[in-house]
């Protein structure tokens, strides 16, 4: 059983770490809190995630300044971000977040259902890219260590076959899901994740 998908939560205030906890109590997932920049970014050393929500206003290190430093390392740079402010934030904050490289931005008061929405198609799309990236590295092995010579044909591709398959399914459900919440963030690594998965279906196709 793999590991539950982990969720950063950055922000300076306790009480908005547990009100966001509250939230997406009922999602798959692992939230881990991070009371500043700093502490975020120590967190990303040692832990993978699969999305980041992250506060603008902080203070010392800002939502802006961590998410700079995020995208400059090599292995948190394709980690979705997104940013969460107040109402009342100056009119350029949106434009700042996205050329910081946040995938999406909300206001705050916001709406409960509108940020689970948003971090349930972020998880389902991560657990998707671990899943085919299990499944290309099993397909590699099982090419290199049955297939020469052993007549193992029938038994390994179909198996493998049959995950893939489950994976494209998977993928069609999470697109209605991102149109009906109308994520257009989405739409590239949706996109990114479709043509890996066409890939390895051509592989697959090739080998029957």
Do not use: C
């Amino acid at each position: 059983m793999p590991d539950r998908a982990k969720i950063l939560m950055v922000d300076d205030r306790e009480e908005n770490l547990i009100a966001l906890e509250a939230i997406l109590s009922s999602l798959d997932l692992t939230p881990v809190r991070a009371r500043s920049g700093e502490e975020a970014l120590k967190a990303l050393l040692s832990t993978e995630f699969a999305l980041i929500l992250l506060d603008v206003r902080m203070p010392g290190m800002d939502g802006f300044e961590t998410a700079a430093h995020i995208k400059r390392r090599e292995r948190t740079r394709n980690i979705p971000i997104i940013f969460l402010t107040v109402v009342d934030s100056a009119p350029d904050y949106a434009f700042r977040g996205y050329q910081a490289g946040a995938v999406d931005y909300l206001t705050k008061p916001f709406d409960p259902w509108v940020l689970r929405a948003k971090v349930a198609v972020f998880v389902e799309l991560y657990n998707m890219n671990r899943r085919l990236t299990e499944q290309a590295a099993l397909l590699r092995e099982r090419l290199a260590t049955e297939l020469p010579g052993n007549g193992d044909e029938p038994a390994v591709l179909p198996e493998l076959s049959r995950r893939l398959t489950a994976v494209e399914e998977e993928l069609t459900r999470v697109r209605e899901l991102a149109r009906k919440n109308g994520d257009s963030p989405l739409s590239g690594p949706l996109s990114d994740l479709g043509q890996r998965i066409a890939n390895l279906r051509a592989g697959f196709d090739a080998l029957s």
